[in-house]
């Protein structure tokens, strides 16, 4: 049976056990049409991935709020639902490891009223923060500053208190909480770009699991920025830097390794990706992010990364 991608978000949790992973099919389906995928290589993804997840009863509430969305992004569009709702939310963005906004973006990005609405009411369920968005109070602007400075400043306000084997949510909330941390609520020239690449050295030099979420992370937002920054002005780039801060401390705060050096080779093109990428969400999902970024800003240090990150992954 074919994958049903438009009514995919009122039929399944977007959570499943054992330890409430999200629901990343539809985001890996549009990454894999994005990159090129068959439709039988996305089919037989989605196959396998699709018992993993918990089917909704359509009296659910969870299913209702997301028939509702989808039946009001139907009725008056994608911008209209975004504006209404988004800013409300924002400040949650980075719970569930930034999840739910990046369910959205893939939406957003593909046009699919159904995952826009899912991602939407994945939002809602996870709730505003209270601790960001009176961050996003004590907002500065510096001129000339870089994205390693501020993972420098993040990383010398201190460990984030609590085990490191808790869940990624619970030690992001413990970072927006830790002493100084408004020190990080910072605006800076080219702001998006800023913090997209220092989310990618992060992950360049760590390849961590986690800081593999920074770089997905940031191309959502970035997605999602113009329907956030007429409502919310500055304070939107403090959500976003603040959210990836908190993310990366709660990481454990790795070294950034700059990128590229003297590189030779061109940078590998989406399909070059794809071959390199494994049946993994992740690893997909990656491959899409750095990517689009590349072209979005035209800096090709985004394919260099996923390619040395994904060859290695191949090796394993």
């Known amino acids: 049976m074919s994958f049903d991608l438009a009514s995919h978000g009122q039929r399944y949790l977007p959570e499943y056990p054992p330890d409430d992973n999200s629901d990343h099919l539809p985001m890996a389906w549009l990454a894999l049409t994005a990159l090129g995928a068959s439709q039988a290589r996305r089919e037989a993804f989605a196959s396998a991935y699709l018992p993993r997840l918990t089917t909704l009863a359509p009296d659910h509430p969870y299913a209702r709020r997301v028939q509702a969305l989808t039946a009001e992004t139907a009725a008056t569009g994608i911008p209209a639902v975004l504006d209404r709702y988004l800013p409300q939310w924002i400040s949650g963005w980075h719970k569930e490891a930034y999840h ?3 369910r959205i973006g893939y939406g957003v990005e593909f046009g699919v009223p159904g995952e826009v609405a899912a ?21 500065r602007h510096e001129r000339n500053l870089d994205g390693e400075a501020l993972l420098l400043r993040a990383r010398a306000l201190g460990p984030v208190p609590g085990s490191p084997n808790d869940r990624f949510s619970r030690r992001a909330d413990a970072a927006l909480s830790l002493p100084g941390m408004a020190a990080l609520a ?9 913090m997209s690449r220092a989310a990618l050295m992060v992950f360049a030099g ?17 997605l999602l920025y ?6 919310l002005g500055p ?7 603040v959210g990836l801060l908190a993310g990366y401390l709660a990481a454990g705060a790795p070294a950034p390794a700059p990128w590229p050096g003297p590189d030779v080779a061109p940078p590998p093109t989406s399909p070059e990706l794809l071959a390199l990428c494994r049946d993994d969400e992740h690893d997909i999902k990656l491959a899409h992010a750095a990517g689009a970024h590349a072209d979005h800003w035209r800096d090709p240090a985004f394919r260099h990364v996923a390619r040395s990150y994904l060859g290695r992954r191949q090796d394993v």
């Open 186 to 194: 910072v605006v800076t020239d080219d702001h998006l770009r800023t």
């Open 235 to 241: 304070r939107t780039d403090v959500v976003f830097t």
């Open 100 to 102: 739910p906004l990046i």
């Open 119 to 139: 991602g939407l009411a994945y939002l809602e369920s996870v709730g505003a923060d209270q601790t960001l968005d009176a961050l996003t109070r004590s907002i």
């Open 206 to 222: 760590s390849h961590d699991f986690f800081a593999l979420h920074l770089v997905t992370a940031s191309h959502a937002f970035r």
């Open 226 to 231: 113009p329907y956030l920054q007429p409502r």
